[in-house]
């Protein structure tokens, strides 16, 4: 399988400044490392269970920048940050490479929250406000790869939810760009996250 050079911008371990370095991520070794990944991220990165992401088509810079805070503990799960613990970064860009070049399989919108997910999605909420997600992750919820905001088209809602949860109650604690998210959060009432988490469920 084609090797696909990846411009990243990581986070070390020992210094939390960013710098650029090129790597090259190779799919098939991702793959080849994805056995444990795949019980829960499914083979193709469309996970198994609606609380665990979808990896397949995601970023492969989000996907290293995750992977590097769960490393380093500025991001902390239970689950994940034992198994990145012990990654090279290496093994993160050739996991990367795989999953981003999955296809996902895109989820749907509850009819009932169709209108109000959109409403908050596209033009957020002016009087507490809440901004736009069109802004930041675009029309189809494909994100900016080079700004690392995530793709959230068809991203699981009940993940996407509980995020959205930890960002407001600071069980997440973001770092450069997604410090935004946290001040979002922290605006959106249990409603409107679990209707704007449901129409990027669908949102393609």
Not at 68 to 90: F, H, I, N, V, Y
Not at 134 to 149: L, S, T, W
Not at 189 to 203: H, I, K, R
């Amino acid at each position: 399988m084609k090797k696909l050079t990846l411009a990243l911008s990581i986070l070390t371990l020992s210094n939390p400044a960013v710098y650029a370095t090129d790597l090259t991520g190779d799919a098939a070794a991702g793959k080849a490392k994805s056995a444990l990944c795949a019980a829960c991220h499914g083979a193709d990165g469309n996970s198994l269970n609606p609380l665990w992401p979808n990896l397949a088509g995601q970023h492969a810079s989000y996907i290293v920048q995750q992977l590097k805070g769960l490393q380093s503990e500025a991001r902390t799960d239970a689950t994940m940050s034992p198994m990145a613990a012990p990654l090279t970064e290496q093994d993160m860009v050739d996991l990367a490479a795989h999953f981003s070049s999955q296809t996902k399989k895109m989820g749907e919108t509850d009819p009932e929250l169709l209108a109000q997910g959109e409403k908050i999605y596209r033009g957020g909420n002016k009087e507490t406000g809440v901004a736009a997600c069109i802004a930041c992750h675009g029309p189809q919820g494909n994100g900016n790869p080079a700004a690392k905001y995530p793709s959230v088209g068809g991203q699981n809602a009940l993940y996407t939810k509980k995020q959205l949860m930890d960002y407001k109650s600071e069980v997440r604690k973001p770092e450069g760009n997604a410090i935004m998210m946290r001040d979002i959060a922290f605006k959106m009432s249990d409603e409107e996250m679990q209707a704007v988490t449901n129409y990027m469920q669908g949102l393609h």
